[in-house]
C-alpha cells in the first residue's frame, strides 16, 4: 500500500488544482490506484515523488535496477503528444527515451536521466555548443520542442550531453526553442543581441531577426505572468522585461503602450485562450 502523502501531497494536489480547475479532483483521488497499477504492471518501485506544473512524476527502478521515471498527467493530450515526440526522437541521445506509455491513460515510463541536474540549477548558462549539439538533434526531426526552458534540459553525463524532456511538441518555426535561452538571465538589449547572435551563429537554420522578435513577443507574455505573480509575491518585473514587450507592442500596433495596458490586454487575451482551448479532461476509469 503506497502512502497517499507519497503519492500526493496536499501542495501538488493545489499545483493541479491550480492548473486544471475542480474537475483534477477525481484524478487526484484515483492516482494511488493508477500509481500502484502501474507499478505492478511494468515493474516499478518508486524512490522519489517530484511536483510538476502538470503532472506527479516519480522517480524510481524498474526491475529492481534500471532507473527510471513514472510520469502521469490529468490531460491525456498532454501525454499523447509527449509521447509523439519522444518516440520521434528515440534515435537522437538528447531527449529522454521513452520506454513505456499509456498516453489515454497519462501514464509515460521514461529513462531516467542521470545525474539528471536541471540546467536551470547551475550557476551558469550550459554551454551554447552543448545546447547546440541538442537543439540541431532534435531539430533534425522536424519537430519543435515547444517547452525548452532550462528546467526542462538535464545533464546527461560528459558523454551524452545535455538531455530535454517534457516536450510540448509542434510542427513549426524551430527558432521557437531557443528563446528560453537566448532569454536567460539576460538584463539589457545589448546582451540578448549579443546572445542570439552566438546561438544563431551554432545552431543551423535558426535566424537571428526571427529569434529576436520571438524574445519580443514571447516576453509579453511573460510580463503578463510576471504581473499576475505579482499580486501574490510583490515582485517587479523587470525594467528589460517590460521594454522589450513594450517594443513588440508597439511594433505590433504603432503606438506606445503603457505597462497596465500591457496587463489588462494580455490578461483578457490569457483568459480567453484557457477558456477556449480547455481540453476535455480525462477521468481514470
Ligand atoms: N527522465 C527524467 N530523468 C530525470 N529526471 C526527470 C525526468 N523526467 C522528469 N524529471 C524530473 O521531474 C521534474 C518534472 O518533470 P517534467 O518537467 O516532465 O514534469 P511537468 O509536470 O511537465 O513539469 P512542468 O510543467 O513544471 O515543466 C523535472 O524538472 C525533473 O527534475
Ligand atoms: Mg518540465
Not at 89 to 113: K, Q
Not at 195 to 212: D, E, K, Q, Y
Not at 229 to 238: L, N, S, T
Not at 239 to 262: M, P, V, Y
Request: hydrophobic share 40%; charged share 25%.
Amino acid at each position: 500500500m503506497l502512502d497517499p502523502e507519497f503519492v500526493l501531497d496536499a501542495a501538488a494536489r493545489e499545483r493541479l488544482r491550480d492548473r486544471f480547475g475542480p474537475d483534477a479532483e477525481p484524478w487526484c483521488d484515483g492516482l494511488a490506484g493508477l500509481v500502484a497499477g502501474y507499478c505492478r504492471r511494468w515493474g516499478l518501485e518508486l524512490d522519489e515523488a517530484l511536483s510538476g506544473g502538470t503532472s506527479r512524476v516519480f522517480l524510481g527502478r524498474q526491475d529492481g535496477a534500471r532507473p527510471v521515471v513514472l510520469k502521469l498527467t490529468p490531460d491525456r493530450s498532454i501525454a499523447e503528444s509527449e509521447a509523439i515526440a519522444l518516440r520521434a526522437w528515440a534515435r537522437t541521445p538528447h531527449a529522454v527515451d521513452l520506454l513505456e506509455s499509456e498516453p489515454e491513460a497519462g501514464a509515460l515510463l521514461l529513462d531516467r536521466v542521470t545525474p539528471g541536474t536541471k540546467a536551470a540549477a547551475w550557476p551558469g548558462l550550459p554551454p551554447l555548443e552543448d545546447f547546440a549539439e541538442l537543439a540541431a538533434s532534435t531539430g533534425d526531426y522536424g519537430l519543435v520542442h515547444g517547452d525548452l526552458h532550462l528546467s526542462n534540459i538535464l545533464d546527461g553525463g560528459p558523454v551524452r550531453g545535455l538531455v530535454a524532456i517534457d516536450p510540448r511538441p509542434s510542427c513549426g518555426d524551430r527558432t521557437w526553442d531557443a528563446i528560453d535561452i537566448a532569454m536567460a538571465r539576460v538584463t539589457s538589449a545589448g546582451e540578448l543581441d549579443d546572445r542570439i547572435s552566438r546561438i544563431t551563429a551554432l545552431v543551423p537554420g535558426l535566424n537571428a531577426g526571427r529569434l529576436r522578435q520571438w524574445c519580443q513577443a514571447t516576453a509579453v507574455i511573460s510580463v503578463v505572468q510576471r504581473l499576475f505573480r505579482y499580486r501574490h509575491d510583490g515582485a517587479v518585473p523587470d525594467k528589460f522585461l517590460l521594454d522589450l514587450a513594450a517594443s513588440a507592442c508597439e511594433r505590433l500596433k504603432g503606438r506606445s503602450l503603457t505597462n497596465r495596458d500591457l496587463a489588462v490586454g494580455g490578461a483578457r487575451l490569457a483568459a480567453q485562450v484557457r477558456q477556449r482551448h480547455r481540453l476535455p479532461l480525462y477521468r481514470s476509469a
